[in-house]
């Protein structure tokens, strides 16, 4: 009840598509049946949790942020959600995001942009005072970050215990680290993406975000598994999770890659990230620089392998299965198109067009190809370093703390909003498990976040190196 009345108390945030209220009661109170009558109860049995709306939810609306999905109610639940509701989780509603996921800053959606809790904290409206106010004070507020800024802001703003986000390049990390939150990206392959609305496949993973590295774990261990609907996924996911509540890091060997050294990251964030180092130096563990030598192309390499995918998998959205269908008729191919010019922004039509240049006979092997084996020399880098005898690697999470909305959506910004994703992409191309958390608050009163990523399926000795920071 508590939660419900927060949803409606921050309705101002945009964080929540659609709220499922009338479930989320129904749900209450059969978990307090159970307990009532002493059966035994799940592990999140009357937890609020956030859903992104990305995943499939029998008979809950689901719409990627998209005209296209407006309206659409899907026949059955996404995997993990159903994983969820089984272990007696309350589902809360949809969050917003980047339409179908795309973008850093969760205000490309149709049901516009995603207002950061911390804007409104007294921190930093304190800090704030002392500056000019934007031109447009509706405007004078800070982005979550994306594209699961939705899910980020729910949690954040105690609308629910714990939210799933998707991550692609990063969406659950990136919010993460802006809205004060841990923000995990399993292994590929550990967590099932059936029901998950695709947008690149060979990258996508369900990701988590909580106020706790325990909660990530907690959630981690209801949501691992094999699943014949995902291939992809493992048969033997290494549970349990849980973390141990003392961790000795005096035999650890931390990774320090140089080249995520940038020239664009922020004196506060590369202050902190050292700061961090030295933490786990002066309790005993080995730190190191290393290098990813392949790092400086992996913007570049993310960006022909997503839209080309992209381009693949917005095929399915034709006016004919789902969702979005415009009302012209002279042509199938006339109704084909202006459904699509309909149904998708420019972000999602622009991302189509580059994949099918990509794709095109003539340009396969010089752009796909290419980017596919420049992809495996970033995977290598990463085995290379873990097999010289790290364990974990620390990095920053975003360039700088969450940025005004006004300076996000300038145009030369985008740019900006690509590089920032530049220290989280890597890990979806080699498949890594990788996780946020939050370290200390910036000179302007807001969360800043670093980064840990982990060998493959090694998610519980990540978890427990982040729980140790946190
Ligand atoms: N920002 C990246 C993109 O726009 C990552 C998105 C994601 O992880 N879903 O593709």
Same mark, same amino acid.
């Given at each position: ?231 992809? /996924? ?97 042509? /199938? ?23 099918? *240049? ?49 300076? *996000? ?42 980064? *840990?990523?982990?060998?493959? *399926? ?13």
């Amino acid at each position: 009840q508590k939660c419900l009345s927060l949803i409606k108390k921050t309705k101002f945030l945009n964080a929540y598509i659609t709220v499922s209220e009338d479930e989320a009661l129904k749900q209450a109170e059969e978990s307090e049946r159970r307990y009532k009558n002493g059966q035994s109860l799940g592990d999140l049995d009357g937890i609020p949790i956030a859903i992104k709306d990305n995943f499939s939810t029998l008979g809950i609306e689901t719409t990627c942020a998209s005209n296209m999905l407006k309206g659409y109610v899907p026949p059955y639940n996404a995997t993990v959600v159903e994983k969820l509701l089984d272990q007696g989780a309350l589902l809360m509603g949809k969050t917003n995001l980047d339409e179908f996921a795309m973008g850093s800053g969760s205000t490309d959606g149709v049901f516009g942009p995603v207002k950061n809790p911390w804007s409104y904290s007294k921190q930093y409206r304190e800090k704030r005072k002392q500056k000019p106010r934007g031109e447009n004070a509706d405007s004078d507020w800070l982005i979550t970050g994306g594209s699961s800024g939705g899910s980020a802001a729910a949690v954040s703003a105690f609308t629910c215990f714990a939210a799933l986000g998707s991550d692609t390049g990063g969406s659950t990390r990136n919010p993460a680290a802006h809205c004060g939150l841990v923000g995990f990206k399993p292994s590929y392959g550990l967590v099932s993406r059936h029901g998950l609305i695709p947008l690149v496949n060979s990258m996508d993973v369900p990701g988590i975000l909580t106020r706790c590295v325990d909660d990530a774990a907690v959630l981690l261990g209801v949501l691992a598994g094999h699943d014949p609907k995902d291939s992809t /996924t493992v048969q033997d996911p290494g549970k349990p999770f849980l973390l141990p509540s003392l961790t000795d890091v005096s035999k650890l060997c931390i990774g320090i890659p140089k080249e995520y050294l940038v020239p664009e990251l922020s004196s506060e964030v590369r202050s902190l990230w050292s700061k961090a180092a030295d933490l786990f130096e002066t309790q005993g563990a080995k730190v190191i620089e290393v290098s990813l030598p392949h790092t400086i192309y992996s913007i570049v390499c993310y960006h022909v392998l997503c839209t080309s995918e992209v381009a693949s998998n917005m095929a399915r959205f034709d006016g004919l299965e789902y969702g979005h269908r415009c009302n012209i008729d002279v042509s /199938t191919e006339a109704m084909y198109a202006a459904t699509r010019r309909e149904g998708f922004n420019d972000v999602v039509r622009g991302r189509i067009l580059s994949g099918n *240049f990509f794709l095109l006979k003539e340009n396969y092997e010089n752009y796909f190809v290419k980017a596919q084996k420049v992809r495996r020399l970033i995977a290598n880098d990463f085995v290379n370093v873990f097999n010289s005898g790290v364990d974990v690697l620390l990095t920053p999470t975003t360039l700088s703390e969450a940025v005004p909305y006004l300076e *996000f959506i300038k145009e030369d910004n985008r740019t900006r909003s690509a590089q920032d994703d530049i220290f989280t992409q890597a890990a979806n191309m080699a498949g890594l498990p990788a996780v946020s958390v939050p370290v200390a608050l910036s000179n302007q009163g807001l969360p800043v976040g670093l980064q *840990f990523i982990g060998r493959a *399926f090694c998610d519980q000795q990540l978890l427990t190196v982040a729980k140790w920071l946190e």
